[in-house]
């Protein structure tokens, strides 16, 4: 006879918060889009909604030990205590309390905004003893009994949906079966299934995305989370019995080399994480999990114009200086550029260079002979804002700042050196008065009103400091964002942008203190509208900033590939500007103001796919082509040729009538509007159009 189980079924927004209490006190964890069915909750064991173990904790039987700490026997001994319920204005929080036989309290705290399709979760500890306890593994959210619409085991019907990312690579969705996955459950219900996967050290997006799906395409529902965790992570989805469970959070002991010390009378608590659930399909379902990133933006900039930036690496290649910038300008003067962007190299050493000597941050006199603040006034006066790069975080081999050796992070007292670069302690006061003068005041002095936030290697498993070399590397990359606070405290009306080799840091933490997002290092390559619309499902499109680079032998169709790669987010021109001939110019003139129009559907937009599914980003076949649909009522239509055998019709179903606004494009590609559908007509290859409706 099975145990008796009590449901609590929440609602909270569009969803249902579903919390099982067995009979021994554990508590389960799901959620469910509301009024769609009464799922089967009876199946399987407890599965309790946080994940803890510490040091001495016993792992669960069936061969887990040094694969996963789920269900440890710490986790297994925590007993319901109490829930509340409080809505305070537009927001809803229910918090859920456990107690442990060692003393330590587990809040379990849940939170949905009114207007949210995505809820979010963490945990927090309280070390109710007066001894000390090593926590070593605890999560932030713990989804169980993700088979609540099947009276089995859901063979053939789940699947797992996740995103890669290497360098200039990022953002590659990938979907495997629970199956492939060796997740289903042995005759037995012994022998614990594990796929466990994340990253570890400061780069969060080196090699997966903070984020996993999981679809029950029978039912037609997805489940979606994803960690706002900037340092080493990990997510979990385990299988036992007919149920399966996704957890994620800080990278444990064994993934990541993190320990905390919970000393008596002390709390923690854990990274965010978001979660959502819809009868939707996937791009849906990830369009809801991106409003915990739009909550935070006033309604009334969610649609606004984008801006129009240039930067001048891919002119340069980092080597700015008064000279250039002087010609520069002219050309843009008067076009709807928003910002200029000054990049790596303004403080170049005569002798070193610049690729190695950051961490001083002095200005290169013989390439900005009368100061940065002349060069920003000319930017102003030219109708733009200005803006300098940065990697505030590190110390270059070549820099006399790396002599401060007691302000360098360490790992088993030595240096760590990754690269040709070192790192700031950003957890000093030291540092933190360094940098203040050298980045704030230097903004400040200049007037400058936009950084990009540069980081281009990562300290790996941690650093000393700490109780472990994990704990210590979330405490500092946790002091980097305070400084990123506090740059936007104290530098009035800064725009940032978060650059990490591109695309490095594109998790909710970062997003969340970011106004714009480098999408990927890969500067003018062909498979940039490839990464840009992949990136559409994680990341904002209003941040998204995304590289459309010119260059002198560019022909036409070249042109308006690159400034329609750069429509799916936010525009950055760059290149050979000063050999463009008048054609040239005229195109990419177009091409900008009609992103300027586009930009209300670009902002406040959900992207619809198109195209067969690219099986390699460096030997593009066919084509992309996508429908952005815009908050009212317009629409963007983007479309990219590449390798073609051939003339090519492509036809783009649309959800609702619309007529064409306008277009851009390099020729007559046919385009026609009839019942629904737009078809267009390509003769070349890597050639693009972008249509605005109405």
Known sequence: MKDKKEIRMIPIGDMTAVYVISQEGQVSFCIVPSGYDIPRWDKGGADPLVQISVSGDSSIIGFAAGMTRHNSALTMAMKYVSQETKEEGDIKTVTTVLSCPDGIEVEHVLTGYRDSRALSVYTKLHNNTSDDVMIEAVSSVSLSGLTP????????????????SRWSAEGRHCTDTIEDLMLEPSWARFGVRCEKFGTTGSMPIRGFFPFAALEDREAGVIWALTLACPSSWQIEAVRIDENLSITGGLADYEYGHYRKLLSGKESFTTPKAFITVAKADFETVCDRLL??????????????????????????????????????LPLLKGKGYDYFVIDAGWYADEICGWQDNMGDWNVAGNLFPNGLKKVVEKINSAGMKAGIWFELEVVGKDAAARSQK???????????????????????????????????????????????????????????????????????????????????????????????????????????????????????????????????????????????????DDPPERI???????????????????????????????????????????????????????????????????????????????????????????????????????????????????????????????????????
């Open 291 to 328: 409003d915990a990133q739009r909550v935070k933006i006033p309604n009334d900039l969610r649609s606004k114009e984008l801006p129009l930036i240039f930067n001048e690496y891919c002119t340069t290649w980092g080597e700015p200086s008064e000279e250039n910038i002087d010609r520069i």
């Open 149 to 164: 619409y099947a009276d089995d085991e859901a063979t053939g019907r789940l699947f797992l949906h996740r995103f890669r």
């Open 406 to 552: 007691e302000h360098l992070l360490t790992r088993d007292g030595k240096i760590i050196i990754s690269g040709t670069r070192r790192f700031w302690d950003m957890r000093t006061e030291w540092v933190d008065r360094y940098l203040t003068e050298k980045v704030i005041d230097l903004l400040n002095d200049n007037g400058f009103k936009y950084i990009k936030i540069d980081y281009n290697d990562t300290i790996g498993i941690g650093c000393d400091g700490a109780e472990s070399y994990g704990e210590g590397l979330r405490q500092v990359v946790e002091a980097v964002q305070r400084f990123y606070k506090k740059i936007r405290q104290n530098v009035p009306g800064i725009a940032i942008e978060v650059c990490s080799s591109g695309g490095h840091r594109l998790e909710p933490s970062f997003m969340e203190l970011a106004d714009f997002l480098s999408f990927s290092d890969a500067h003018e390559e062909k498979e940039i509208p490839v990464i840009a619309a992949d990136l559409q499902s994680l990341i904002l499109a209003s941040k998204s900033q995304i590289w459309s680079v010119l260059r002198k």
């Open 560 to 694: 308006v590939y690159s400034i329609c790669a750069g429509m799916y987010g936010v525009l950055c021109i760059s290149g050979d500007v000063y050999d463009l001939c008048e054609n040239q110019w005229a195109l990419a003139d177009k091409g900008t103001s009609f992103y300027k129009k586009a930009s209300p559907v670009i902002a406040g937009g959900k992207t619809k796919m198109y195209g067969p599914f690219q099986r390699s980003n460096r030997d593009l076949k066919d084509y992309q082509a996508s429908v952005r649909y815009g908050d009212d009522g317009g629409a963007l239509i983007i479309v990219h040729t590449f390798a073609l055998s051939g003339s090519l019709k492509i036809e783009i179903p649309l959800e609702y009538d619309l007529s064409v606004v306008d277009t851009y494009e390099t020729s007559d590609h046919r385009i026609t509007a009839d019942g629904g559908r737009i078809s267009l007509v390509f003769e070349k290859p890597f050639d693009a159009a972008a249509i605005l409706l109405g």
